[in-house]
């Protein structure tokens, strides 16, 4: 870990000539509202299609976000095909973007966003059983303010920041805290990722490290996963680089000591995949993502007054799975490839009416 911290403090002071943004104006950046109502749409009405089954079940357990978190990990590791992508991972992933892009709008008090933030949030939290989508805005938030204190008065909004407190812990609840008590499981998603991990080089044989390294395909999976998709189309054994990864760590696994049980799955710290692509040299993943902020920083700064929007979201996403890399790699998911280009289409000036 060490190491890893190490090697990428050197790599973003190296590669960051410049601190800054220029003067770059946060409030002028352009969204295209009917592209972002019409990518939302889309996405809900995918998900829905997806969930059908699930949504029967959702009822009559009593609304137990347990049921559907379990059909989807299910759904994952079951290799449905093309269709799980389409009405899952991409959608989700193309949901984020439309909560990023609405946080910002709603920092600049345009509050017509918020009904937009507030479906995708509770439609991704109802039909993946999934919490992140709440992390997630929490981290978009605070990202956000952070910038756009520069160019205007704005104070974080404690309010927003309580409600979605509340919903995290009563969503929480709702997942079921078998023996935990609360504070339990907060330790266990930020704290025992590096158990998990621990237990996984003590059993390498079962997480795939010792099946040959992939070479980047897991690091550079939100590049290359659309191409291995497509591919997947025609040939059978080819499977998007995050499989590699899921197919061993959503599975749950007891890490508990002296005959305690203590199941945790999927928080394998970021260690876990640059392991799997680089070995001994894991190193080399913190450099990418170091050496990849300060790509889309540079971008920023060329682009100053054109495509500045697309590149500055695209900053504050991939710095949010960077902040959150202690615990899992996000950047390994189809769904933040769809996600970036999900915010490449909502600040296009195309003319569009829905």
């Known amino acids: 870990t060490s190491i890893g911290i190490l090697a990428f403090t050197i790599s973003y002071i190296i590669s960051d000539s410049k ?6 104006d946060m ?26 089954k699930s949504i029967g079940q959702f009822i009559s357990s009593g609304f137990s976000l347990e049921v559907m978190r379990v059909n989807m990990l299910n759904s994952v590791l079951s290799r449905n095909g093309i269709f799980n992508y389409i009405t899952r991972i991409i959608p989700s992933g193309m ?37 992140m ?35 995290l812990v009563v969503s929480t609840f709702s997942r079921g805290l078998g023996n935990l008590r609360f504070i339990d499981m907060i330790y266990k998603y930020f ?19 010792n099946e040959g390294l992939k070479y980047g395909q897991i690091t550079f999976s939100f590049i290359l996963s659309p191409f291995y998709l497509l591919a997947s189309i025609f040939f059978e054994n080819v499977n998007v680089p995050s499989y590699y990864i899921d197919k061993y760590s959503q599975i749950f696994y007891n890490i508990g000591v002296n005959g305690n049980v203590n199941l945790i799955n999927n928080n394998t710290s970021s260690l876990y995949h640059f392991l799997m692509d680089f070995g001994d040299a894991f190193w080399l993943g913190f450099v990418f993502m170091a050496l990849l902020l300060n790509l889309t920083k540079r971008f920023i700064r060329k682009n100053n007054d054109k495509n500045n929007a697309f590149w500055l ?5 991939i710095l949010r799975y960077v902040l959150y890399s202690p615990v899992y790699y996000g950047l390994y998911s189809i769904g933040l490839s769809f996600a970036i280009f999900g915010i490449f289409l909502m600040t296009r000036r195309i003319k569009i009416r829905c």
């Open 95 to 131: 949901l984020s973007a439309v909560v990023l892009l609405g946080l910002y709008r709603i920092c600049l008090k345009e509050y017509k966003y918020l009904k937009y933030v507030i479906v995708s949030i509770v439609t991704t939290l109802i039909l993946s059983g999934g919490r």
């Open 133 to 167: 989508m709440i992390v997630d805005a929490l981290i978009f938030y605070v990202l956000l303010v952070y910038n756009l204190r520069k160019d205007i008065k704005i104070k974080i909004n404690k309010n927003l920041i309580f409600i979605a407190v509340i919903v």
């Open 191 to 209: 704290c025992e990722q590096f158990s998990f991990f621990e237990y996984i080089l003590r059993n390498k044989e079962m997480f795939g490290l």
């Open 27 to 52: 409030t002028r950046l352009y969204i295209n509202y009917d592209l972002y109502r019409l990518l939302f749409w889309c996405s809900i009405c995918l998900m829905l299609i997806g969930s059908i």
């Open 313 to 317: 979201f695209t900053y504050i996403f």
């Open 19 to 24: 601190r800054g943004f220029y003067k770059l």
